[in-house]
């Protein structure tokens, strides 16, 4: 596995106009350097096609905007690749890499493995625990940590040392150390949000993928936020994010790709994607009226429930890891 070229010039605006600027504003373009290759992914849920996604290329280290009216199918597709969800199309062709790996026939645990994360939503169960519990579970796709289990193994009691250390620096850094002990639903809705990232970090992604990162966020968090955003990119991590506000989608993106209906409608940069007539199509000829809002349709217990079977794979596969692990283990194919 290659480790990711440190291009820190991308911290400069006019390196990434310029990396971006062969990039073609069609549909499905190629990148010159694809983290996440996505092809033939449809999901259909009854005679909806939720996502129908030909091919998709994600450049490594820049900020992707994924846009699109409510019901387009954003958030169906981070759980297509994220692995919390399965395509209709596995039988027939569905795939997708991810830094080189092939990550269609994994589990979430391993595609957080593997470098990719996606945030969630604080659930009842996430609000009920602590802040710092919060970030030790983030740690867990990584490193298969578990809480309940690692106050029984002395073995793991070092290394959980060690990811309470991160999880404070990351905490700092979000400006929530003094919150550590305070349950996660006595936080603000920006604080929440910090949170969510923070979270996502403990496993060290080489991607990142919020799901409407500012929806519920007071304006003046919101500022903050998006120097969040901003640093992670400068940091070499690739961002995929999905956003309502087309001031943020300007201001931070640096290409923007357009779903309606469950498609990729259109790809480039942001000013030329806002004027393209295929792109004011899909938002005038949506349904306004329907906002689903982020993950509302998997509904809050199906999503805990999920988030437990990815606690539970991820020790499982730890645990494999343990004892010399297994050779057809499906999240180490090559
Ligand atoms: N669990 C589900 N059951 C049935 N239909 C769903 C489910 N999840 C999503 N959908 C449908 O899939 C489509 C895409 O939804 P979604 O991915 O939430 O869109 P977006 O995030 O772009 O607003 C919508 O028509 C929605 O009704
Ligand atoms: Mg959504």
Redesign the pocket.
Known sequence: MSEAPVQSDLRDPEARRALMSGVGAEPGSAKPDSILTVDNIVRQ??G?T??DVDHLEVQRGVITALI?P????????FNLITGFDRPTSARTGANWSFDGKRLDKTSASSVARAGMVRTFQLTKALNRMTVMDNMMLGASGQRGESLSVSMLRPLWRTQEREIETKAEELLARFKLLEKKDDYAGSLSGGQRKLLEMARALMSDPKMIMLDEPMAGVNPALTQSLLGHIQSLRDEGMTVLF?EHDMHVVRHISDWVVV?AE?RIVAEGKADEVMSNPAVVDAYLGAHHDTD?GDD???QEETLEEKIQEYEAEALAEERSHDHGGSASHEGEQK
């Open positions: 849920f009854g909806i939720a996502v699109g409510n019901g387009a199918g954003k958030t169906t597709f999905v779903m469950g689903l509302a349709l998997l």
